[in-house]
T-cell receptor, first 117, second 109 residues
Framework: GAVVSQHPSWVICKSGTSVKIECRSL??????MFWYRQFPKQSLMLMAT?????????EQGVEKDKFLINHASLTLSTLTVTSAHPEDSSFYIC?????????????FGPGTRLTVL | GQNIDQPTEMTATEGAIVQINCTYQ??????LFWYQQHAGEAPTFLSY??LDGLEEKGRFSSFLSRSKGYSYLLLKELQMKDSASYLC??????????WGAGTKLIIKP
């Protein structure tokens, strides 16, 4: 089956530092990758959609200068949380699919738990 | 606006049957997904319905009525490991997934 990995699985950082999270599709080429954020006891919130080789599309209310997304290859997307603050502490989950339109199942990574002190 | 409604929490007994309902109002419809999410983990895919009717997959079944904007996930022969959150998500006309808040299912012995 399709496997998506994330690294790191958890990270603790000081306020003001930047954190990079990697999302990799291990056995398939992901044309589209999605980044979600999930706060405790809440549903998944889509942050942005990224297609390989083009700029990410951010959801309303998500600061693109704070959450930098790079989708440089068909198997790797990165999310960088710049100048992280305690309110950015959350569970960040990526997913990957093989298409940009029509039904394509999203395969989820295991998530990255970010804690900003 | 777009809206997905499902109960916040449900409790059931091991070995029993439970039905988790989901109602939706979205701009367009390209299918409805059910995902299972254990605490601290990412969601895992359970089912996909795009046509009306019941899809059965082992102990889990999912039903869809597009005219009513309604779906349910049916879990049979409940096991303790089924304790998790169950997320309903609808793919809208732009092929974006709209997520419900999830239903926390608690299984008691």
């Amino acid at each position: 089956g399709a496997v998506v990995s994330q690294h790191p699985s958890w990270v603790i950082c000081k306020s003001g530092t930047s954190v990079k999270i990697e999302c990799r599709s291990l056995d398939f080429q992901a044309t589209t990758m999605f980044w979600y954020r999930q706060f405790p006891k809440q549903s998944l919130m889509l942050m942005a959609t990224s297609n390989e080789g083009s700029k990410a599309t951010y959801e309303q209310g998500v600061e693109k200068d704070k959450f930098l997304i790079n989708h440089a290859s068909l198997t790797l997307s990165t999310l960088t949380v710049t100048s992280a603050h305690p309110e950015d502490s959350s569970f960040y989950i990526c997913s990957a699919s093989t298409g940009t339109t029509s039904y394509n199942e999203q395969f989820f990574g295991p998530g990255t738990r970010l804690t900003v002190l | 606006g777009q809206n997905i409604d499902q109960p916040t929490e449900m409790t059931a007994t091991e070995g029993a049957i439970v039905q988790i309902n989901c109602t939706y109002q979205t701009s367009g419809f390209n299918g409805l997904f059910w995902y299972q999410q254990h605490a601290g983990e990412a969601p895992t895919f359970l089912s996909y319905n795009v046509l009306d009717g019941l899809e059965e997959k082992g102990r889990f079944s999912s039903f869809l009525s597009r005219s009513k904007g309604y779906s349910y996930l049916l879990l049979k022969e409940l096991q303790m490991k089924d304790s998790a959150s169950y997320l309903c998500a609808v793919m809208d006309s732009n092929y974006q997934l709209i997520w419900g808040a999830g239903t926390k299912l608690i299984i008691k012995p």
